[in-house]
């Protein structure tokens, strides 16, 4: 379901619901599978779920241990995908030890009774590994310059067909990554359609060229030099079929020392032996030095791979041109 998944998450068919707001409509339908669940465990076991999702004011301050799990700083989801994405990628990035994390978990009572998730001072180390290990796998995976290009062909051709495929709840719960990828190589074996060009691009691997990339910590001054340096490209290669994308992640949003307001960052406690509670932005030095959030833009353009002067042409003009207006 990872494909289906992603289709969700980029917003390209249900705009302005992600993912975890779909799944919310799954469950909470009983028609869909509100009924399995709630036969499977409790009566009402959906709606309880469907409120540990949601979170916020809806959800009872005992449960806000179990949205933690779910959604919150180290959660099952985030930590189980590194590890299965680090062994099917076949890179080690994305390793960590969470046998020794699991352990190390604890619970504290916070204000108005909450329950919240807290680490045995023990497990400091093996937390600064997770953070790490998830800024590396969006750095150097998730948004890798091929990877990107092709979740730019994949959401172009689902803006095309995702309707279809997954117009609705119901439709969604009907696919899967073999039925979906079975319509993409349909599609790429038909006549030129607004979608089939999409599919040809993916079932042919035949892709745009990155030519030009900011640093991963891009600010607003390097997007908008990256965004000039574009149309500067469009204007002198007219021939050439320009592509810009935008990557950003958020790492971690644990309060740091630095931070002069709360804000919405997470407060996350870890105990020591005399059980004594300190903040984990205090006590995790590399925590400091780990940018919160991954950024960075890209430049493709639609050149054969062979062609490297042509390649080396464009990606010479682009340097200079950033470098002129004030990109880093």
């Avoid at 329950?115 to 969006?138: C, K, P, S, V, W």
């Amino acid at each position: 379901m990872r494909l289906v998944n992603q289709v969700c998450q980029c917003q390209i068919i249900h705009k302005g619901s992600g993912h975890e707001q779909l799944t919310i409509k799954i469950i909470e339908g009983k028609d869909l599978l509100g009924k399995l669940v709630d036969d499977s465990f409790f009566a009402g076991c959906s709606s309880v779920v469907a409120r540990i999702i949601k979170g916020g004011d809806v959800l009872e301050p005992q449960l806000k241990v179990l949205k933690d799990i779910i959604s919150g700083q180290m959660d099952a989801d985030r930590a189980d995908y590194l590890l299965r994405d680090s062994h099917h990628c076949g890179v080690e990035y994305g390793i960590f030890d969470y046998r020794r994390m699991v352990e190390c978990l604890t619970i504290l009572e916070g204000p108005g009774e909450s329950l919240e998730i807290a680490l045995d001072r023990d497990g400091l180390h093996t937390f600064e590994a997770l953070i790490l290990a998830r800024y590396q796998m969006n750095s150097q995976v998730y948004f890798h310059r091929i990877r990107r290009i092709y979740d730019y062909y994949l959401q172009e051709y689902f803006k095309e067909t995702g309707h279809e495929l997954f117009g609705s709840p119901e439709k969604i719960l009907a696919q899967n990554d073999v039925t979906t990828m079975a319509k993409m190589m349909s599609d790429a074996s038909d006549g030129p359609t607004a979608s089939s060009k999409w599919a040809q691009r993916i079932a042919s691997r035949s892709h745009h060229r990155e030519i030009h990339a900011t640093g991963a910590n891009t600010n607003a001054t390097d997007l908008r030099a990256s965004k000039e340096v574009l149309e500067k490209l469009r204007g002198k290669f007219s021939a050439v079929d320009f592509i810009w994308d935008k990557s950003e992640a958020k790492i971690h949003s644990l309060l740091l020392p630095d931070d002069m307001e709360e804000g919405s960052w997470v407060q996350l406690q870890v105990i020591d032996k005399r059980g004594t509670t300190k903040l984990m932005g205090d006590q995790s030095h590399i925590l400091r030095h780990v940018p919160r959030s991954f950024q960075v833009a890209r430049i493709f353009a639609d050149v054969e791979e062979s062609d490297d002067t042509r390649r080396q042409e464009l990606r010479d003009y682009a340097a200079t041109e950033y470098a002129k207006l004030g990109g880093r």
